[in-house]
């Protein structure tokens, strides 16, 4: 995978005779040895190259590393300080070559991670898009050292969008890889599990397929916004997957990480219902002994199925997938979910008649063989899981004690994305009519008939807004998105169950200064801001709900 004309050490070896040749960059390290009374070794050329590069002084850092790796040829430390310095400099080439060397030394994941993002500029730069297969394999061989990394799927899912694959790219966002990069990742990595695909039978599995993939058009959201944020205007159709449940003998279940494996005795992987990175891992050296033996057991956990929204749209809905197929729960000994731990998980579960001794949280690695494992599969967000919800938790007793028509979803008890002039809000909406609830402080129950209950629903963005699946048709909703993050999620989701959408942007924080957070784009997800009261009543008037 080299994109050198010449040998790696070749341009090693002409960088390091150009700074050898530059007599008064050498004399200035010189005197910086003396001037710290060091004595020189490949240590003190090292630590000064750190200390120079820490202070953007280019030059210098990449001589003392020079210097560093010719006492020390196996120093991974300054080669790849030597690869990020010369990258920052745009000379991608010799950082290719740095980050190639230290990785023929020691393998290590951010040796991988560097060298396809040093690629991609390099595409970027030369328009030459022969150097992005390379940079994909690089980052299939990070991902084999580390199989839960989330900005290497992200970086994937990028790449094959600009490559017009929004489908493919959808899946890297949710931590799959499309089938042609799994295909790839095994031509790189020859591993003894095998994969059971899609299409092929084995006498131990049997798919019982249950709803067809269906399209709903979306009806575009309302806002007074100058445009349509390109997040809620990409898209005019809603695809919903297929959906199925898997029966597997003589199986077991691996829970790791980001990742759920379910694997045959002979050493396959099946993959319609293994997820996430499932089929990347390197099992024989990550699978643990087994930690459990039941006779039947249904895997229902799902990536980040802690968090409200999974668990309510991906998670619960998988119990409904073994009513239609026909399998009696109380036939299951085991469920395996992502935790068993706030009150709305317990609630949930024993509303559906899965009591706690039957659960098995997947929070933790485990191993477990059962003479049968019960799998239901779908993808997100449809039609029929927002139907099974409503079936399950709606009931009339709902509806028998008074609720406002008016409601304000307050997140002012979330951990982060808060509304900075929360007091202001909810004293205007209070006069308006509107009743300021913190769902987290009620029953599960009583959350669902808060909502059910309601004409008008106002909230910032959030898992809140997760209970819209029990409003009533045409209930009006206006969701407040943070200035730089929006998702589809509730649009998608007012869609499904035929609610009236409005949404508008949040004002964001002046004191905060975006060049001096590390993470970025968690910021943006979680950051705090404010809401413009004429903004806010304009919409709302707009809606025709005051």
Known sequence: MSVFPLGTDEVIGTLTAEYQAQKELQQQIHDLLQANQLTPSAENYYNLGVYLAQHQQWEGAIALFLH?????????????????????????????AFYYKGLSIEVDSQYYYHLAGCLLQLAQVEKNDQYIPVAIAYLLQRLRLQPDCQSTYYTLGSILEQQGNAYTASQCDKFQLPTELIHRFYQLNPQRWQLLLPAQSHPDVRYCKLHEAAVLPLKPPKTLEAQIHPELNRHKDFYSSPTLVAEVQEGAVWCHSQADVVLTRDRQIV????????????IDRYLPPVSQTVETVALLSVLSGQAFYHWMFELLPKV???????????????????????????ETLQHLGISSERIIMSSQPIHI???LIIVPYFELLSSWSCQFLRQEFLSQSTFKTPKPEFLYI???NANYRHLLNEAEISDSLSQLGFTVVTLESYSFMEQVAFVANAKVIVSLHGAGLSHLVFCQPNTKIIEIFPPNYV???Y????????????????????DINLETIENINYHYITESFQVSLPKLLATLKFAEAI
């Open 369 to 371: 063989q059962a003479n």
């Open 271 to 282: 993959t319609m219902v293994s997820h996430a990175n499932a089929t990347i891992l390197d």
């Open 487 to 489: 998702t589809r999620y």
């Open 410 to 412: 307050s997140r002012k």
């Open 68 to 96: 560093a790796v010719s006492l020390n040829p196996t120093g991974v430390d300054a080669y790849y300080n030597l690869g990020a310095v010369l990258q920052a400099q745009q000379q991608y080439k010799s950082a290719i």
């Open 320 to 346: 409904g997938l073994i009513h239609l197929a026909g399998i009696d729960l109380n036939s299951i000994d085991k469920f395996i979910v992502n935790e068993y731990q706030s009150p709305f998980q317990k």
């Open 491 to 510: 649009w998608n989701l007012s869609n499904l169950v035929g609610l009236d959408y409005y949404y508008f942007m949040g004002e964001p924080n002046s």
